[in-house]
């Protein structure tokens, strides 16, 4: 009997398919079906996975581990919508008795990148007006970078300033880099890199291909994703735990 139920036990684990990596096409077309089929507002949307970031932040980083100085988040927002992302990250992280900082060189005239910015205003987070450089960074101005900057939208053969010198900035540092969904100047598509290398990745419905090879601390925030694109994608998402809305793979 034993052995009987060791073999169908064999037998159900072999039959569960692997997590799917997408691809930049396959990101759009679920986007747009959450969108256009689902009615998910892209404030929602963006709601949804800020605040699933700053969650696996404090995850990564608990409070507790960084007692010997204040927790000093710098995020690094870029114009598109993984800026908003990063936006909405540092108000919960504010939220959470994290102290986050802002650096967002170039803001979009995108009405809900504007008022996400105003709501870290009212939270009374600081925008800087310059990057700090590697030597402040290194210094322990700060306990953690989030790369919030070009995500899914930039074409990472072609990335102009300011975010180029500040790709340059970050590879140079030693302190803890998360980055948002896609690490910036990552092509998508490809699990080799050469540009940044996080310590955490939080992956946004399901991971990228760039995804596949990444050995730090990864996180998915996908549990929102309706049952029926579930399955027409075959994401084959992993169970997530209790009520939690992220888990680490």
Known sequence: MDK?????????????????????????????????????GQQQLVEIWGQACALAITKAYPLSSLTKKQPTVLVICGPDQNG??????????RIFDYEPTIYHPKRSSHSLHQDFTVQCEKMDIPFLSYLPTEVQLINDAYNLVVDAMLGLEEDCSNIKEPYSGILATLK????????????????VEEPSQDGINPDVLISLIAPKKCATNFSGKHFLA????????????????????????LIEL
């Open 84 to 93: 908003s992302i990063g936006l909405v990250c540092a108000r919960h992280l």
């Open 4 to 40: 009987m139920n060791h073999s169908s036990a064999e037998a159900e684990a072999e039959t569960i398919e692997p997590l799917r990596f997408l691809s930049k096409g396959d990101m759009a077309a679920i986007e747009t079906e959450l969108v256009r089929d689902y009615k998910f």
């Open 172 to 187: 140079q540092i030693k302190i803890p880099i998360a980055s948002v969904d896609v690490p910036s100047g990552w092509d």
């Open 222 to 245: 996908g549990r929102f994703l309706p049952y029926d694109i579930q399955k027409k994608y075959e994401l084959n998402l992993p169970d997530y735990s209790g009520t939690d809305c």
